[in-house]
């Protein structure tokens, strides 16, 4: 079997679904035989590994420890799944303080073990703080870490493919910027349904409010389907953003990604933007929209300033003049 690359790809939290999922996905995409397994719960990540291996991959060598130096060392490319999971009731924001402290220590593992590592997927939730909790910390540059924010565009785009009847790629600039959760912008003025306009297929504005809801609470409703939060999908996007860094076709979708851009109005927050990631990192262009949507992305951004300084309030990040102390590439 050809692989991507021989490079080390480290998955962290790998005993919990989301993350042997994320193993699977990326040994049958091919991005690399080095795959190395990294969770504090000896006997999930020991159980992960030996299915793994049991699937029989051809040319794989996986690894798994419980011990973060073994697992940071040399490794080139990371997604983390390792914080807690949000169960029926919850919001992403109820995981703040316990996750950012997690992805605190992440960040510090990164700094630590692993300086030279090319590019990080954040996915544990709220993904927008401990993402830009993760980039304080670890000392990397902003285009080398991003965030999963690709669920509430694609979860837009299935809901208007089941609406009007056809193919989920069909419809295309299906697209939810700003904060990934309740407080995302859903854009649909550049949406298209099998080439047409979604301004010209008749939708009324009370079913696409209808749409725009059920697309809010699309991580809510597969906790209310499956009795526990996402992992299929998380693990399958986070992967393919993860190949693109590697070098695999770029990821076109919106994911987050660090924001400090006085053109855009928008500074010190990770955001989901119109984005391309790919081998030299995530590069980012300013939403263009109505005037709807931009105040809807206003909003967003406002919440998700509040959640950084509530962070910064509790210690799990310094002020944001102070950011520079601990990375200087912000």
Known sequence: MAYLTN?????????????????????????????????????????????????????????????????????KYIVSSGGAPRKEGMTRE???????????????????????VEHVVVIFNPADVTALTTLIHSGLKPNQLTSLAALDSTRLQQALAKEFGVQQDKVTGAHTYGGHGEQMAVFASHVKVDGVPLADKGLSAERFAEIKQHTVQGGSNIIKLRGRSSFQSPAYCSIKMIGAAMGAEPFTLPVGCYVNCDSCGYKNVMMAMPTTLDKTGVHFTKPEGTAEEMADLDKSYAHLQKMRDEIISLGIIPAVEDWKTMNPNL
């Open 94 to 116: 109820d995981l703040l303080k316990g996750n950012c402290q997690i992805a605190a220590e992440f960040g510090d593992n990164i700094k630590k073990y692993c300086p030279d």
């Open 7 to 75: 490079e080390k790809l480290l998955i962290v939290g790998a005993g919990g679904m989301i993350g042997s999922n994320m193993a699977q996905s990326a040994l049958m995409l091919g991005l690399t035989p080095n795959i190395c397994l990294y969770d504090i719960f000896e006997p999930g990540v020991h159980g992960v590994s030996d299915e793994l291996e049991q699937c029989a991959f051809p040319g794989a060598n996986i690894t798994w420890t419980t011990d973060p130096e073994e697992a940071f060392t040399g490794a």
